[in-house]
């Protein structure tokens, strides 16, 4: 803990905005990525590497949404830190590390899907589970050791009667901080464009392939992935590249500090509409929520049965009845004529 000179703002309007939006990115984004990693785990017969790119993704973005209940509570208490600086550096380890293992994966989802298009005939759509997994593990590495600085070093800041917790912070730039703010979004962003880019150019040059259902997908699938990648990440970006090209005048500025972190709070939104991306990413998906929807249905279904009406029941149980009941008949006859020949 350091007592610098963080800037505290009058009102904070930060603390009336952002509680509403994180608590609306976990329940949403805890229900899509739990169902999504319950499909993954339970129901998915055959795994493929987009399949294990995809779960990853999952991964992260769970594993980001389950954090936000501590930033929720921050914020809750007008920006004040109610744990200790270890549990402080966890979550915000925990923040970015997901953050970017998200933007990775999603990227990797994308490259996935423009060599299926593309290059249809490439040795990459040829590689086996555990290439794709060694590549996984390779990205997880590489994200954990790009965001482990977070963990080194303390980010409470004393001001007057609060504690922040905070991973920019507003008087100056950030170093590396920034730096691996910026190229996780820019170098990401260029290669998603790209994919995007060459998939559907790809496919209205060929004539008949466009038509086919298959394809329509795989373009809806690349847009959903740019769409959302750029709506969740720009506007952060862009407030933070505006803070760096216009500091020290906007350190304490604000309006600077507040589009800031409302703009940084869209970018959990990402872990929130990613269950899109799985929902357009396989035909298992939409059959696996069509499932659990059915089975939602069904108590309803054996609730209203047991009121039902003869007109209303289904066509098998009035067969089945009515089966029982000629049977019967025909045996209480059968009886009755018996009796008369004994007599």
Partial sequence: MYNGSCCLIEGDPITQVLPPLLILA????????????????????????????????AVADFLLIICLPF??????????????????????????????????????????????VVHPHHMVNAISNRTAAGIVCALWAVVI????????????????????????????????HDIMFQLEFFLPLGIILFCSFKIVWSLQH???????????????????????????YLPSVSARLYFLWTVPSSACDPSVHIALYVTLSFTYMNSMLDPLVYYFSSPSFPKFYTKLK?????????????????????????????????ANSFLSQSDGQWDLQMC
């Fill in 294 to 326: 059915i089975r939602s249905l069904i108590p309803m279904q054996l609730g209203h049965s047991k009121t039902q009406r003869p007109e209303e029941m289904p066509i098998s149980d009035l067969c089945r009845k009515s089966c029982i009941s000629v």
């Fill in 71 to 116: 930033r929720t509570d921050y914020y809750l208490r007008r920006r004040h830190w109610a744990f200790e600086d270890i549990p402080c550096r966890v979550v915000l380890f925990m923040l970015a590390m997901n953050r970017a293992g998200s933007i990775i994966f999603l990227t990797l989802v994308a490259v996935d899907r423009y060599f299926k």
């Fill in 206 to 232: 060929r004539q008949q392939l466009a038509r086919q259902t298959r394809m329509r997908k795989a373009t809806r699938f690349i847009m959903v992935v740019a769409v959302v990648f750029i709506t969740c």
């Fill in 26 to 57: 976990f329940l949403l984004g805890t229900l899509g990525n739990g169902v999504a990693l319950c499909g993954f785990c339970f129901h998915m017969k055959t795994w493929k590497p987009s399949t294990i790119y995809l779960f990853n993704l």
């Fill in 145 to 176: 050791l790009g965001t482990l600085y977070l963990l080194m070093e303390s980010h409470l800041c004393v001001q007057e009667q609060a504690i922040s917790c905070e991973s920019f912070i507003m008087e100056s730039a950030n170093g590396w």
